[in-house]
Protein backbone atom coordinates (compact mmCIF):
# COMPACT_ATOMS: atom_id res chain seq x y z
CA UNK A 1 0.00 0.00 0.00
CA UNK A 2 1.80 3.07 -1.15
CA UNK A 3 1.80 6.54 1.42
CA UNK A 4 -0.58 8.20 -1.04
CA UNK A 5 -3.45 5.51 -0.95
CA UNK A 6 -3.77 6.11 2.68
CA UNK A 7 -3.96 10.05 2.58
CA UNK A 8 -7.37 11.46 3.19
CA UNK A 9 -7.11 13.62 0.07
CA UNK A 10 -6.47 10.32 -1.94
CA UNK A 11 -8.91 8.38 -0.61
CA UNK A 12 -11.63 10.93 -0.93
CA UNK A 13 -10.95 11.57 -4.41
CA UNK A 14 -11.29 7.50 -4.47
CA UNK A 15 -14.57 7.77 -3.05
CA UNK A 16 -15.91 10.19 -5.63
CA UNK A 17 -16.78 8.46 -8.23
CA UNK A 18 -19.06 6.29 -6.23
CA UNK A 19 -20.48 8.70 -4.29
CA UNK A 20 -21.61 10.34 -7.68
CA UNK A 21 -22.50 6.89 -9.30
CA UNK A 22 -26.37 7.24 -7.71
CA UNK A 23 -26.45 10.53 -9.51
CA UNK A 24 -25.32 9.52 -12.63
CA UNK A 25 -27.83 6.77 -12.94
CA UNK A 26 -30.68 9.33 -11.86
CA UNK A 27 -29.28 11.73 -14.37
CA UNK A 28 -29.56 9.01 -16.88
CA UNK A 29 -32.85 8.05 -16.04
CA UNK A 30 -34.20 11.49 -16.28
CA UNK A 31 -32.56 12.28 -19.86
CA UNK A 32 -34.42 8.94 -21.09
CA UNK A 33 -37.99 10.31 -20.34
CA UNK A 34 -38.56 11.52 -23.31
CA UNK A 35 -37.63 8.61 -25.57
CA UNK A 36 -39.48 6.43 -23.66
CA UNK A 37 -43.04 8.55 -22.51
CA UNK A 38 -42.87 10.53 -25.41
CA UNK A 39 -44.60 14.21 -25.30
CA UNK A 40 -47.12 12.70 -23.06
CA UNK A 41 -48.81 13.88 -19.94
CA UNK A 42 -45.65 11.66 -17.86
CA UNK A 43 -43.37 14.01 -19.78
CA UNK A 44 -45.89 17.06 -18.10
CA UNK A 45 -45.39 15.34 -14.90
CA UNK A 46 -41.61 15.16 -15.07
CA UNK A 47 -41.32 18.72 -15.99
CA UNK A 48 -42.96 19.95 -13.00
CA UNK A 49 -40.89 17.68 -11.13
CA UNK A 50 -37.38 18.79 -12.31
CA UNK A 51 -38.97 22.26 -11.87
CA UNK A 52 -39.81 22.13 -8.26
CA UNK A 53 -36.76 20.60 -7.52
CA UNK A 54 -34.85 23.30 -8.08
CA UNK A 55 -36.61 25.28 -5.78
CA UNK A 56 -36.50 22.50 -3.26
CA UNK A 57 -33.11 22.08 -3.22
CA UNK A 58 -32.38 25.71 -3.15
CA UNK A 59 -34.77 25.91 0.66
CA UNK A 60 -32.78 22.82 1.35
CA UNK A 61 -29.95 25.33 1.52
CA UNK A 62 -31.67 27.42 4.17
CA UNK A 63 -32.91 24.36 6.28
CA UNK A 64 -29.37 22.87 6.51
CA UNK A 65 -28.40 26.12 8.22
CA UNK A 66 -31.61 25.43 10.89
CA UNK A 67 -33.84 28.15 9.69
CA UNK A 68 -37.31 26.92 8.39
CA UNK A 69 -38.80 29.66 5.99
CA UNK A 70 -42.68 29.91 5.12
CA UNK A 71 -42.04 33.33 2.25
CA UNK A 72 -39.68 31.92 -0.44
CA UNK A 73 -42.60 31.92 -3.19
CA UNK A 74 -42.16 35.44 -2.72
CA UNK A 75 -38.68 34.80 -4.61
CA UNK A 76 -39.82 32.88 -6.92
CA UNK A 77 -42.58 35.88 -7.63
CA UNK A 78 -39.85 38.14 -8.13
CA UNK A 79 -38.45 35.63 -10.94
CA UNK A 80 -41.04 34.95 -12.70
CA UNK A 81 -42.47 38.76 -12.88
CA UNK A 82 -38.91 39.93 -13.44
CA UNK A 83 -38.64 37.71 -16.78
CA UNK A 84 -41.97 37.61 -18.01
CA UNK A 85 -42.01 41.48 -17.65
CA UNK A 86 -39.02 41.94 -19.35
CA UNK A 87 -40.18 39.68 -22.23
CA UNK A 88 -43.43 40.30 -23.14
CA UNK A 89 -43.14 43.88 -22.23
CA UNK A 90 -39.28 44.76 -23.46
CA UNK A 91 -38.99 42.25 -25.38
CA UNK A 92 -35.38 41.10 -24.40
CA UNK A 93 -33.61 37.83 -24.77
CA UNK A 94 -35.27 35.02 -22.96
CA UNK A 95 -31.84 34.26 -21.47
CA UNK A 96 -31.16 37.58 -20.39
CA UNK A 97 -34.55 37.62 -18.96
CA UNK A 98 -33.70 34.51 -16.93
CA UNK A 99 -30.41 36.09 -15.62
CA UNK A 100 -32.24 39.19 -14.20
CA UNK A 101 -34.92 37.46 -12.59
CA UNK A 102 -32.29 35.36 -10.64
CA UNK A 103 -30.51 38.42 -10.18
CA UNK A 104 -33.16 40.44 -8.56
CA UNK A 105 -34.00 37.83 -6.58
CA UNK A 106 -30.67 37.86 -4.73
CA UNK A 107 -30.24 41.58 -4.71
CA UNK A 108 -33.79 41.32 -2.71
CA UNK A 109 -32.05 38.18 -0.70
CA UNK A 110 -29.00 40.21 0.05
CA UNK A 111 -31.47 42.79 1.56
CA UNK A 112 -33.93 41.17 3.03
CA UNK A 113 -31.23 38.42 4.09
CA UNK A 114 -29.63 40.52 6.68
CA UNK A 115 -32.53 41.71 8.83
CA UNK A 116 -34.66 38.34 8.87
CA UNK A 117 -31.64 36.06 9.22
CA UNK A 118 -31.21 37.99 12.99
CA UNK A 119 -34.34 36.09 14.19
CA UNK A 120 -34.30 32.97 15.09
CA UNK A 121 -37.05 30.12 15.71
CA UNK A 122 -40.95 31.26 15.05
CA UNK A 123 -40.29 34.84 14.66
CA UNK A 124 -38.08 34.05 12.01
CA UNK A 125 -40.80 31.87 10.59
CA UNK A 126 -43.46 34.49 11.03
CA UNK A 127 -41.20 37.32 9.32
CA UNK A 128 -40.61 34.98 6.54
CA UNK A 129 -44.78 34.69 6.25
CA UNK A 130 -45.62 38.20 6.61
CA UNK A 131 -42.88 39.17 3.89
CA UNK A 132 -43.68 36.31 1.49
CA UNK A 133 -47.80 37.92 2.20
CA UNK A 134 -46.50 41.48 1.90
CA UNK A 135 -44.47 40.61 -1.98
CA UNK A 136 -47.66 38.57 -2.88
CA UNK A 137 -49.76 42.05 -2.41
CA UNK A 138 -47.43 43.78 -4.11
CA UNK A 139 -48.25 41.38 -7.24
CA UNK A 140 -52.05 41.81 -6.44
CA UNK A 141 -52.01 45.61 -5.92
CA UNK A 142 -49.30 46.94 -8.47
CA UNK A 143 -51.51 46.51 -11.24
CA UNK A 144 -50.35 49.13 -13.92
CA UNK A 145 -47.00 46.64 -13.78
CA UNK A 146 -48.08 43.07 -12.55
CA UNK A 147 -51.49 43.45 -14.13
CA UNK A 148 -53.30 42.37 -10.54
CA UNK A 149 -55.18 39.83 -9.93
CA UNK A 150 -55.69 38.85 -14.16
CA UNK A 151 -51.77 38.08 -13.93
CA UNK A 152 -49.70 38.61 -17.42
CA UNK A 153 -50.08 35.93 -20.18
CA UNK A 154 -48.30 34.81 -23.60
CA UNK A 155 -44.76 34.40 -22.03
CA UNK A 156 -42.74 32.46 -24.24
CA UNK A 157 -40.07 30.00 -23.84
CA UNK A 158 -37.21 29.97 -25.89
CA UNK A 159 -37.20 29.34 -29.23
CA UNK A 160 -34.70 26.60 -29.02
CA UNK A 161 -36.95 24.68 -26.27
CA UNK A 162 -40.33 25.73 -27.34
CA UNK A 163 -41.05 22.02 -27.93
CA UNK A 164 -42.37 19.92 -24.59
CA UNK A 165 -39.20 18.07 -25.11
CA UNK A 166 -36.95 20.60 -25.42
CA UNK A 167 -38.23 22.60 -22.42
CA UNK A 168 -37.79 19.56 -20.36
CA UNK A 169 -34.41 19.43 -20.89
CA UNK A 170 -33.90 22.48 -20.28
CA UNK A 171 -35.39 22.03 -17.11
CA UNK A 172 -33.71 19.02 -16.16
CA UNK A 173 -30.18 20.73 -17.17
CA UNK A 174 -31.35 23.66 -14.66
CA UNK A 175 -32.15 20.89 -12.21
CA UNK A 176 -28.95 19.48 -12.48
CA UNK A 177 -27.30 22.60 -12.03
CA UNK A 178 -28.55 23.80 -8.97
CA UNK A 179 -27.72 19.87 -7.76
CA UNK A 180 -24.40 20.41 -8.84
CA UNK A 181 -23.67 23.48 -6.84
CA UNK A 182 -25.53 22.55 -3.94
CA UNK A 183 -24.17 19.40 -3.89
CA UNK A 184 -20.51 20.92 -4.34
CA UNK A 185 -21.17 23.85 -1.45
CA UNK A 186 -22.54 20.88 1.51
CA UNK A 187 -19.69 18.35 0.63
CA UNK A 188 -16.63 21.15 1.05
CA UNK A 189 -15.56 22.91 3.75
CA UNK A 190 -18.40 25.61 3.84
CA UNK A 191 -20.77 22.62 3.91
CA UNK A 192 -18.89 21.80 7.08
CA UNK A 193 -19.64 25.39 8.46
CA UNK A 194 -23.16 25.16 7.29
CA UNK A 195 -23.87 21.63 9.62
CA UNK A 196 -22.41 22.86 12.30
CA UNK A 197 -24.16 25.95 12.73
CA UNK A 198 -27.14 23.56 12.69
CA UNK A 199 -25.97 21.59 15.24
CA UNK A 200 -25.59 25.04 17.23
CA UNK A 201 -24.87 28.48 16.32
CA UNK A 202 -22.72 29.18 19.38
CA UNK A 203 -20.18 26.03 19.31
CA UNK A 204 -19.54 27.04 15.72
CA UNK A 205 -18.84 30.66 16.13
CA UNK A 206 -16.65 30.02 19.05
CA UNK A 207 -14.94 27.63 16.50
CA UNK A 208 -14.23 30.56 14.59
CA UNK A 209 -17.01 30.07 12.15
CA UNK A 210 -18.92 33.13 10.44
CA UNK A 211 -22.18 32.05 11.55
CA UNK A 212 -23.70 35.52 10.24
CA UNK A 213 -22.05 35.65 7.07
CA UNK A 214 -22.84 32.03 6.20
CA UNK A 215 -26.02 32.16 6.52
CA UNK A 216 -26.24 35.68 4.12
CA UNK A 217 -24.48 33.38 1.30
CA UNK A 218 -26.92 30.53 1.77
CA UNK A 219 -29.87 32.51 1.62
CA UNK A 220 -28.97 34.85 -1.61
CA UNK A 221 -28.23 31.19 -3.34
CA UNK A 222 -31.78 30.20 -2.62
CA UNK A 223 -33.01 32.96 -3.74
CA UNK A 224 -31.18 33.28 -6.99
CA UNK A 225 -32.16 29.41 -7.45
CA UNK A 226 -35.85 30.15 -6.62
CA UNK A 227 -35.95 33.08 -9.07
CA UNK A 228 -34.57 30.55 -11.79
CA UNK A 229 -37.44 28.52 -11.00
CA UNK A 230 -39.57 31.32 -11.28
CA UNK A 231 -38.37 31.92 -14.56
CA UNK A 232 -38.72 28.77 -15.81
CA UNK A 233 -41.79 28.19 -14.39
CA UNK A 234 -43.57 30.97 -16.39
CA UNK A 235 -41.95 29.76 -19.36
CA UNK A 236 -43.73 26.56 -19.02
CA UNK A 237 -47.04 27.66 -18.20
CA UNK A 238 -46.86 30.83 -19.95
CA UNK A 239 -48.94 32.61 -17.59
CA UNK A 240 -48.60 34.17 -13.98
CA UNK A 241 -50.81 35.20 -11.43
CA UNK A 242 -50.63 36.32 -7.79
CA UNK A 243 -52.30 33.02 -7.00
CA UNK A 244 -48.70 31.19 -7.90
CA UNK A 245 -46.95 32.67 -4.95
CA UNK A 246 -49.28 32.45 -2.27
CA UNK A 247 -48.70 31.03 0.94
CA UNK A 248 -49.53 27.07 -0.27
CA UNK A 249 -46.62 27.47 -2.72
CA UNK A 250 -44.45 28.09 -0.13
CA UNK A 251 -45.97 25.28 2.01
CA UNK A 252 -45.45 22.96 -0.71
CA UNK A 253 -41.60 23.52 -1.03
CA UNK A 254 -41.29 22.69 2.82
CA UNK A 255 -43.28 19.73 2.82
CA UNK A 256 -41.14 18.44 -0.45
CA UNK A 257 -37.82 18.36 1.63
CA UNK A 258 -39.96 16.92 5.38
CA UNK A 259 -41.16 13.96 3.37
CA UNK A 260 -38.11 13.57 1.07
CA UNK A 261 -35.72 14.40 4.18
CA UNK A 262 -34.01 17.19 5.62
CA UNK A 263 -30.32 15.86 6.48
CA UNK A 264 -29.38 14.74 2.41
CA UNK A 265 -29.74 16.74 -0.85
CA UNK A 266 -31.34 13.51 -2.06
CA UNK A 267 -34.46 14.52 0.17
CA UNK A 268 -35.76 17.37 -1.92
CA UNK A 269 -35.17 15.30 -5.19
CA UNK A 270 -37.44 12.43 -3.77
CA UNK A 271 -39.65 14.71 -1.96
CA UNK A 272 -40.38 16.75 -5.18
CA UNK A 273 -41.04 13.15 -7.21
CA UNK A 274 -43.56 11.92 -4.44
CA UNK A 275 -45.32 15.15 -3.73
CA UNK A 276 -45.82 16.83 -7.74
CA UNK A 277 -45.61 13.20 -9.56
CA UNK A 278 -48.04 11.26 -7.15
CA UNK A 279 -51.52 13.33 -7.05
CA UNK A 280 -51.05 14.43 -10.30
CA UNK A 281 -51.00 10.28 -10.94
CA UNK A 282 -54.08 9.55 -9.61
CA UNK A 283 -56.26 12.19 -11.16
CA UNK A 284 -57.69 8.91 -13.10
CA UNK A 285 -59.02 7.78 -9.40
CA UNK A 286 -60.39 11.22 -8.91
CA UNK A 287 -63.22 10.50 -6.49
CA UNK A 288 -60.53 8.92 -4.62
CA UNK A 289 -57.57 10.74 -5.20
CA UNK A 290 -57.36 12.92 -2.43
CA UNK A 291 -57.84 10.27 0.33
CA UNK A 292 -54.96 7.64 -1.61
CA UNK A 293 -52.97 11.06 -1.15
CA UNK A 294 -53.26 11.30 2.48
CA UNK A 295 -52.94 7.37 2.74
CA UNK A 296 -49.81 7.33 1.32
CA UNK A 297 -49.24 10.81 3.87
CA UNK A 298 -49.63 9.17 6.77
CA UNK A 299 -47.73 5.52 5.81
CA UNK A 300 -44.77 7.85 5.09
CA UNK A 301 -45.05 9.63 8.13
CA UNK A 302 -45.49 5.93 9.94
CA UNK A 303 -42.84 4.13 8.71
CA UNK A 304 -40.24 6.65 7.48
CA UNK A 305 -40.19 9.47 9.69
CA UNK A 306 -37.39 10.78 8.63
CA UNK A 307 -38.18 11.35 5.02
CA UNK A 308 -37.89 9.33 2.26
CA UNK A 309 -34.15 9.02 2.14
CA UNK A 310 -34.59 6.70 5.52
CA UNK A 311 -36.07 3.88 3.20
CA UNK A 312 -32.82 1.69 3.03
CA UNK A 313 -32.89 1.96 6.95
CA UNK A 314 -36.31 0.54 6.73
CA UNK A 315 -35.65 -2.16 4.29
CA UNK A 316 -32.98 -3.01 6.48
CA UNK A 317 -34.41 -3.76 9.52
CA UNK A 318 -37.02 -5.32 7.76
CA UNK A 319 -33.98 -7.76 6.37
CA UNK A 320 -32.13 -8.02 9.65
CA UNK A 321 -34.81 -9.78 11.99
CA UNK A 322 -35.50 -12.54 9.56
CA UNK A 323 -31.78 -13.14 8.98
CA UNK A 324 -31.41 -13.41 13.05
CA UNK A 325 -34.35 -15.71 12.84
CA UNK A 326 -32.30 -18.18 10.27
CA UNK A 327 -29.23 -17.94 12.18
Known sequence: MTIEATT????????RPIRAMPA????VAAALVPPLAGETFLLYIATLVGLYAIGAMSIHLI?????FSLGQAAFLGI?????????????LSWWLSLVAGAALSAAI???????VLRLKGVYFVLFTFTFGEFVRQIFVDWTSVTGGSEGIAGIAAPQSFSSPTGFYYLVLAFALLTAAVCGRLLMSQFGDAVDAIRESESLAQSNGIPVFRVKIIVFVISCAFLGVQGSLQASFVHYISPLSYGFPESLKLVVINVIGGLNTLW???????????????LRNWVDYQWVLYGLALILLMRYLPGGLCDIGV???SWREPAGRDRS
Open 8 to 15: PHATTLHL
Open 24 to 27: VLVA
Open 63 to 67: FRVGQ
Open 79 to 91: GGYTSALLTTGLH
Open 109 to 115: GAIVGPV
Open 267 to 281: GPVLGSVFIVALPEL
Open 314 to 316: LLR
